[in-house]
């Protein structure tokens, strides 16, 4: 088969932002006025990644996920398209459904018996005749929200006035649209309530400052410069983006083994056996390890679209090879790699300011799992979605490193618990923090970007 020569994309840069220097103290994590004022000012009115198109193959299949004191619906139409509700019966209120997930012909109320089609139509009420307003099949229907898939992903708008998703999204949108992530499979989904507030876990994933020190073992003593196993976290060659709509970016370099060699020089698992399988030799690279970063891009680029990694052809050289990091307003973080994408998902609690809901999932490219080399032991390699587990706090492991994050999460919302902390002091590699917070504070004060 001839080899096909794809001319690589490239990367732009998020055109420059400024900040305001805000504070951000304890209280914006702990305080349940400013938690309450979050939520009608903020939560109801961002789009938010919810549902997944693939657990809803089938007209009637419905999928319901929780964000604070709403829990919403997403149902499969018989045109094929995606309608969102609130999962609340119009007549006195009870929920439709418990559960995550299931499919029916129509929603029906255990309270009153009241049955509302998948399009949200009330289709049946008893004693039809007996209501002064009139029959409520001609008046009622579920309360709907706002909409839309991309990426196969089903994403929902409280706010009726919302502008389109390709346009809050901005340049994720074609970013992502590449990736063909529409087609990837669901290999880990690890679900865990936590004690801290969710945007602890956003902050977090808003800056790699803390990497070397909670997943590397840094000390005072250790040149973080030097720190450098399968991706470089050094912040001077770590590149930051900030967009006009609020997303951030950071690109880590990604596919090279400094820091990850024997005493010999010799590299080690899992860059070998990457290295291998992309027909390159480890030996070749012996005492020059950051080399295999750009071997890799070229035999991914050469090799990839012939054995069934498509979306190769679509992105630039860096995406075979590095972390691209993003963080969605307000609460989705996605570590994007050439065939794996790491699903990040905070979510408030209904009414408690230091809870959140927490998921730690993974997808993988279809050609990964063919192929056999998505080689993490805890992912579910069958091809099929893997099964949501709902784990308990202090009891289950969330999953490998991200252990390392939740350690700190719940130490750090003590901290900000108390009367000594009286704001951060951040770092110029850490401004997507403070960007974040003060997009908040700028839609609590309906100032949207």
């Known amino acids: ?104 012909k129509r929603f029906v109320c255990k309270y009153h018996s ?22 409520p099949c001609d008046n009622v229907r579920l309360q709907e929200l706002r909409c839309e898939t991309f990426a196969g992903f089903i994403w929902v708008n409280m706010d009726p006035k919302a502008m389109p998703l390709k346009q809050y ?65 050094y912040f001077k060659e770590t590149k930051f983006d900030l967009s006009n709509e609020g997303h951030n970016r950071m690109v880590m370099q ?53 054995r069934g990694f498509s979306h190769y052809a679509n992105v630039p050289d860096e995406q075979l090879t590095d972390a691209f990091h993003y963080t969605l307003f307000p609460n989705f973080a996605v570590s994007l790699w050439s065939d794996g994408f790491h699903f990040l998902r905070a979510r408030p609690h209904p009414d408690d300011p230091q809870q959140c809901l927490f998921d730690n999932w993974w997808y993988s490219s279809p050609a990964s799992i063919e192929k056999g080399i998505e080689r993490n032991p805890t992912l579910d390699l069958s091809g099929n979605e893997a099964t949501h587990k709902v784990l308990e706090y202090g009891k289950d492991s969330i999953g490998p490193a991200i252990e390392d994050d939740v350690r700190v999460f719940v130490t750090q919302q003590r901290g900000f618990r108390s009367r000594g902390f009286k704001g951060v002091y951040l770092a110029k590699q850490e401004e997507r923090i403070r960007r974040y917070h003060e997009l908040i504070d700028d839609y609590i004060e309906e100032r949207r970007p």
Request: hydrophobic share 30%; net charge negative; with cysteine.
């Open 254 to 306: 990604g596919g090279y083994g400094a820091g990850a060699t024997d005493k010999d020089g010799n590299l080690q698992e899992p860059l070998a056996s990457e290295l291998r399988y992309w027909e390159l030799d480890p030996a070749d690279f012996n005492g020059r390890p950051n080399d295999t970063r750009v071997a890799l891009q070229q035999a991914k680029r050469r090799l990839g679209p012939q």
């Open 114 to 135: 009241w049955a509302f089609m998948p399009d949200g139509e009330l289709n049946f009420a008893p004693d039809r005749d007996d209501f002064p307003e009139g029959n």
């Open 169 to 233: 999204l901005g340049p994720i949108w074609d970013e992502w649209e590449r990736r063909e992530i529409h087609k990837w499979t669901r290999t880990m989904a690890n679900t865990m309530w936590l004690p801290c507030n969710w945007k602890v876990v956003l902050d977090n994933f808003n800056e790699s400052y803390h990497v070397p020190t909670v997943h590397m073992g840094a000390t005072t003593e250790t040149n973080r410069k030097q720190i450098r196993g399968h991706i470089n976290t």
């Open 1 to 104: 088969m001839a080899e096909q020569r794809v001319e690589p994309v490239h990367i732009d840069s998020y055109p420059q932002q400024r900040t305001r220097g805000s504070l951000l103290e304890g209280y914006r994590y702990t305080s349940r006025e400013f938690f309450e004022k979050e939520w009608e000012g903020m939560w109801t009115k961002v789009w938010l990644l919810l549902g997944r198109e693939a657990e809803l193959p089938n007209p009637g299949d419905w999928q319901m996920e929780p964000v604070g004191v709403e829990e919403i619906l997403m149902v499969r139409q018989n045109d094929g398209g995606v309608k969102a509700f609130y999962n609340v019966c119009q007549h006195r209120g009870n929920p439709l459904v418990e559960g995550d997930k299931g499919t029916v």
